[in-house]
């Protein structure tokens, strides 16, 4: 599926289900809505790598196997954060497909140096 219908569908969840969100009439607005996906981003990120501090400690420390159900919860978290970039994308304006790809090109240039050949 295309990245760009993905980010539809997201903005007609938004709206069906947090319709303030979008109410964006002024600055205040927009920044309130920014201060949420950030925050909101940011907690995902958290979430994330609570679960990656407590594989670290069972694994790790105790010489145990990763648990699947860890790499489970991990997927969950990730899909999370990819909810809110298509948020913070839809707010922002920004198609992702080609943003991304011109970042992709972008980073060829940057980390040329760690290629091997
Ligand atoms: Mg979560």
Redesign the pocket.
């Known amino acids: 599926m295309d990245i760009k219908v993905l980010q539809e569908m997201q903005k007609q969840f938004d709206l069906e289900y947090f319709p303030g969100f979008w109410q964006i009439n002024d600055d205040k607005d927009f920044l309130n809505s920014l201060k949420h996906i950030a925050i909101a981003l940011a907690?995902?990120v958290g979430?994330f790598s609570n679960i990656v501090k407590k594989i670290d400690r069972i694994a790790m420390n105790l010489g145990r196997e990763i648990d699947s159900k860890y790499v489970e919860m991990l997927k969950?978290?990730l899909i999370?954060i990819f909810i809110y970039v298509l948020i913070g994308a839809n707010l922002l304006g920004i198609d992702l497909d080609k943003e991304y790809l011109k970042r992709l090109e972008y980073n060829k240039k940057r980390f040329s140096r760690f290629k091997d050949g």
């Open positions: 907690g995902e979430e969950d978290e999370d």
